[in-house]
């Protein structure tokens, strides 16, 4: 069966003079720091998600200034411009939790009446800080699509306050309800695309990286949630549960064949947790759908997880229209995958044998690595470099372990003593180390992780074929290795 490109989004709003204001914003992350991190943009669906589902109670404005990189008064004037009764702030990292406070504090000096309602990861995962801002009204912990809603109807004097995914403050104390999960993620609408400049968007995603876009335009879509598996360091589970919900397929591809007809996308970024799990062979039943409904729109996925891939499931990947592939392997010494990183790999020595399966059907395929783990040798760090190097990736990544709040591996390293900060757990930094170790110091793990990528991707007989992956010359490769080095400087 083909399907048309009808939209599924309701229009059932009253007149916008009836309504409130509020405004959906990510703060730009360079009001914290700038730095090639910085760069990254989000996902515009997050916010445009949210406003289906509030947009009968409210009108509904989306500022993005990380992806416009708005001046902080820029922002400001946008606000007042607006006159929200309610500004609604998303950071999905907290990496950038200054950020966060920043836009709370300037819309307060815009106006103190404007209630600030914070949500996101980093709300999520890091809850019991939040309200110490005064800046901040209310925030969302989980899943915000039914909360938010339920919230705003309260706000408006039309419904009672939610039972569940949100923290406010009562008689001069905080009170943090149990999370919020969306039951079945089948049941939510379309993101609400027309409030943004989509075009925008979908053109100018990073054309350069390991995962780059396939080709533009093109969109990111992550039509599950959840994750069952619990590694140590990951903290989706925390995030969005560890039961993992599907989309309908059929929604999925009709709103691709919409997508595909309204902008033109050609190829798609899944960002899943997990996009090999779901009800009832998910994954299989749509990269059938797609291929049986001549989608035609390449795809790339930056987290598969390897253990699940199957001959069966790599050739409907390739039909379907998949490149190219990041898997997670973490380490290449069995003990600390099974006593330290907790990922079901059991057999290391089969998965060189698997990648060479994905290239073998024409895909591409990147690998993630992590050293420096609590617990964790120099010999096994020194392990886990050497098997990067023979596993038979094309470009491999290696980060350093970071120890998220809320994660097992936070409390593994908090049982340790093994922080090097006198606070409770480090800052969220992907690039030094941040952890000790009485065979290690986080300067060795930090050094050893910049030259080894580098060693490992850029040699005379790789860095062709990382050129390729990255979407650029050698000589720009060449720069960013030395960019790479200078950051170093601790």
């Given at each position: 069966?083909?399907?048309?490109?009808?939209?599924?989004?309701?229009?059932?709003?009253?007149?916008?003079?009836?309504?409130?204001?509020?405004?959906?914003?990510?703060?730009?992350?360079?009001?914290?720091?700038?730095?090639?991190?910085?760069?990254?943009?989000?996902?515009?669906?997050?916010?445009?998600?949210?406003?289906?589902?509030?947009?009968?109670?409210?009108?509904?404005?989306?500022?993005?200034?990380?992806?416009y990189d708005l001046p902080i008064e820029e922002f400001a004037n946008q606000v007042k411009d607006y006159n929200p009764d309610y500004v609604g702030i998303s950071l999905m990292t907290s990496e950038y939790e200054e950020a966060l406070h920043t836009a709370a504090k300037r819309i307060k000096e815009i106006n103190k009446d404007i209630i600030v309602i914070a949500g996101g990861v980093h709300v999520t995962t890091n809850y019991a800080r939040i309200l110490i801002d005064n800046n901040i009204d209310y925030a969302v912990r989980g899943e915000g699509e039914y909360a938010l809603r339920e919230l705003i109807s309260y706000l408006n004097g039309k419904g009672a306050l939610p039972k569940r995914g949100i923290m406010y403050r009562s008689n001069g104390n905080i009170v943090i309800q149990d999370q919020a999960f969306v039951k079945d993620i089948a049941q939510l609408p379309w993101p609400d695309y027309k409030l943004v400049d989509m075009n925008a968007y979908l053109n100018k995603m990073a054309r350069f990286g390991p995962t780059r876009p396939p080709d533009l335009p093109c969109v990111r879509i992550a039509p599950t949630r959840g994750c069952p598996f619990g590694c140590s360091f990951c903290q989706a589970e925390l995030i969005s549960g560890k039961r993992v919900r599907s989309r309908d397929v059929d929604d999925v591809i009709r709103e691709l064949f919409w997508l595909k007809q309204e902008y033109g996308i050609k190829a798609i970024i899944f960002e899943n947790d997990n996009l090999l799990m779901g009800s009832n062979d998910f994954a299989k039943r749509l990269f059938v759908s797609m291929i049986e409904n001549k989608l035609n729109l390449k795809w790339i996925c930056p987290a598969i997880a390897l253990f699940l891939l199957s001959d069966e499931i790599l050739d409907l990947m390739r039909d379907s229209g998949c490149i190219g592939v990041n898997v997670a392997i973490e380490s290449g010494n069995e003990r600390v995958l099974r006593d330290i990183v907790h990922k079901p790999i059991k057999d290391l020595n089969a998965v060189p044998r698997m990648i060479e399966k994905i290239k073998s059907k024409g895909m591409f395929c990147l690998a993630n690595f992590i050293i420096g783990f609590p617990g964790e040798t120099w010999d096994e760090i020194r392990e886990t470099i050497s098997f990067a190097e023979r596993c038979g990736a094309d470009y491999v990544k290696i980060f350093v372990a970071v120890p998220l709040y809320g994660t097992k591996l936070y409390k593994m390293a908090l049982d340790q003593g093994a922080f090097i900060h006198d606070e409770s757990g480090p800052k969220v930094n992907w690039r030094y180390s941040q952890i000790k170790s009485d065979e290690w110091t986080t300067k060795d793990v930090s050094i050893l992780r910049a030259y080894e990528w580098d060693r490992i991707n850029f040699s005379k007989e790789r860095i062709k074929r990382t050129a390729e992956i990255w979407g650029m010359s050698i000589e720009e490769l060449n720069q960013i290795r030395k960019q790479t080095r200078d950051k170093l400087a601790l």
């Amino acid at each position: 069966m083909v399907y048309k490109s009808t939209q599924r989004i309701k229009n059932m709003e009253p007149k916008m003079a009836d309504k409130k204001k509020i405004v959906l914003m990510f703060p730009n992350f360079r009001w914290q720091k700038y730095d090639i991190f910085t760069m990254w943009n989000l996902n515009p669906a997050t916010l445009c998600l949210l406003a289906a589902m509030i947009k009968e109670e409210v009108e509904v404005k989306i500022i993005d200034a990380q992806f416009y990189d708005l001046p902080i008064e820029e922002f400001a004037n946008q606000v007042k411009d607006y006159n929200p009764d309610y500004v609604g702030i998303s950071l999905m990292t907290s990496e950038y939790e200054e950020a966060l406070h920043t836009a709370a504090k300037r819309i307060k000096e815009i106006n103190k009446d404007i209630i600030v309602i914070a949500g996101g990861v980093h709300v999520t995962t890091n809850y019991a800080r939040i309200l110490i801002d005064n800046n901040i009204d209310y925030a969302v912990r989980g899943e915000g699509e039914y909360a938010l809603r339920e919230l705003i109807s309260y706000l408006n004097g039309k419904g009672a306050l939610p039972k569940r995914g949100i923290m406010y403050r009562s008689n001069g104390n905080i009170v943090i309800q149990d999370q919020a999960f969306v039951k079945d993620i089948a049941q939510l609408p379309w993101p609400d695309y027309k409030l943004v400049d989509m075009n925008a968007y979908l053109n100018k995603m990073a054309r350069f990286g390991p995962t780059r876009p396939p080709d533009l335009p093109c969109v990111r879509i992550a039509p599950t949630r959840g994750c069952p598996f619990g590694c140590s360091f990951c903290q989706a589970e925390l995030i969005s549960g560890k039961r993992v919900r599907s989309r309908d397929v059929d929604d999925v591809i009709r709103e691709l064949f919409w997508l595909k007809q309204e902008y033109g996308i050609k190829a798609i970024i899944f960002e899943n947790d997990n996009l090999l799990m779901g009800s009832n062979d998910f994954a299989k039943r749509l990269f059938v759908s797609m291929i049986e409904n001549k989608l035609n729109l390449k795809w790339i996925c930056p987290a598969i997880a390897l253990f699940l891939l199957s001959d069966e499931i790599l050739d409907l990947m390739r039909d379907s229209g998949c490149i190219g592939v990041n898997v997670a392997i973490e380490s290449g010494n069995e003990r600390v995958l099974r006593d330290i990183v907790h990922k079901p790999i059991k057999d290391l020595n089969a998965v060189p044998r698997m990648i060479e399966k994905i290239k073998s059907k024409g895909m591409f395929c990147l690998a993630n690595f992590i050293i420096g783990f609590p617990g964790e040798t120099w010999d096994e760090i020194r392990e886990t470099i050497s098997f990067a190097e023979r596993c038979g990736a094309d470009y491999v990544k290696i980060f350093v372990a970071v120890p998220l709040y809320g994660t097992k591996l936070y409390k593994m390293a908090l049982d340790q003593g093994a922080f090097i900060h006198d606070e409770s757990g480090p800052k969220v930094n992907w690039r030094y180390s941040q952890i000790k170790s009485d065979e290690w110091t986080t300067k060795d793990v930090s050094i050893l992780r910049a030259y080894e990528w580098d060693r490992i991707n850029f040699s005379k007989e790789r860095i062709k074929r990382t050129a390729e992956i990255w979407g650029m010359s050698i000589e720009e490769l060449n720069q960013i290795r030395k960019q790479t080095r200078d950051k170093l400087a601790l």
